[in-house]
């Protein structure tokens, strides 16, 4: 029969009452609990695959959570933050998502790679030579110069491929290193560069195509 000494017990308990947290203590691991989920969500938001989430989108996360959570999180949050890759970018390509075009002489020098050139444009430059016609002695035409600039005014003084698709993290770099590991084994260590080169490009582009791609392409082929 076992006897339960009681000053044996009346330690333990003591010692488990040690470590259980007050009141106050209990309420601040709500808290925290409740921010670290508030801090998952947009961690997960950020790893989306189907790329709806913008640097726009991701400016206004991060703003919220400073706001929120306090001076603190500026230091890592910030627009100048450590974790910014390329702080005047990022700032360019939020201001033009806003429908800013109120950008400083770094920010459009940062945007310039991102120019879209219009067809129109190109169309006009090409058949904008009138020196073969008769009466007319100089290169240009007035009247096409005249609708080209207001056309530029009501579109803008520049215009850019899509902002809203330039990536947000290095996420899918880092998956694709990961899928290359997986591909390129030991046992697979023959295969030639364009071979994984192909199979990755598939992989990675699955949502493009489909069996029906795949018979159509092989028909072509024979």
């Known amino acids: 029969m076992f006897v339960e000494d009681e000053d044996e017990s009346g330690d333990l308990q ?4 040690e470590l259980m947290p007050s009141t106050s203590e209990v309420l601040k691991i709500k808290r925290l609990g409740a921010a670290l989920t508030d801090f998952q969500s947009v961690s997960l938001e950020l790893q989306r695959k189907d790329g709806m989430v913008n640097l726009l989108d991701v400016r ?4 919220k959570l400073i706001d929120d959570y306090g001076d603190d999180m500026e230091y890592y949050l910030a627009e100048d933050a450590s974790i ?29 790679k991102f120019e879209l050139v219009e067809e129109e444009d190109e169309a006009e430059e090409n058949d904008g030579d009138h020196s073969n016609v008769i ?10 110069d005249i609708l080209k600039s207001h056309r530029k005014r009501q579109r803008g003084s520049k215009t850019y491929i899509d ?16 899928e290359v590991k997986l591909n390129m084994t030991t046992l697979r260590n023959r295969l030639l560069p364009s071979n994984l080169e192909t199979a990755m490009y598939l992989k990675m ?14 028909n072509l082929r024979n």
């Open 135 to 144: 009466g007319v002695g100089r290169g240009r035409s007035y009247a096409r």
């Open 14 to 17: 003591d010692s488990i009452a």
């Open 84 to 112: 910014i890759h390329s702080p005047t970018l990022e700032a360019a390509i939020v201001k033009q998502l806003q429908g800013s075009s109120l950008l400083t002489e770094s920010e459009t020098h940062q945007l310039r």
């Open 163 to 178: 902002l809203g698709k330039v990536p947000v993290t290095s996420n899918i770099v880092e998956r694709f290193f990961s």
């Open 60 to 63: 206004i996360m991060f703003d």
């Open 205 to 218: 582009n699955k949502d493009l195509f489909s069996s029906m791609t795949v018979q159509q392409a092989m």
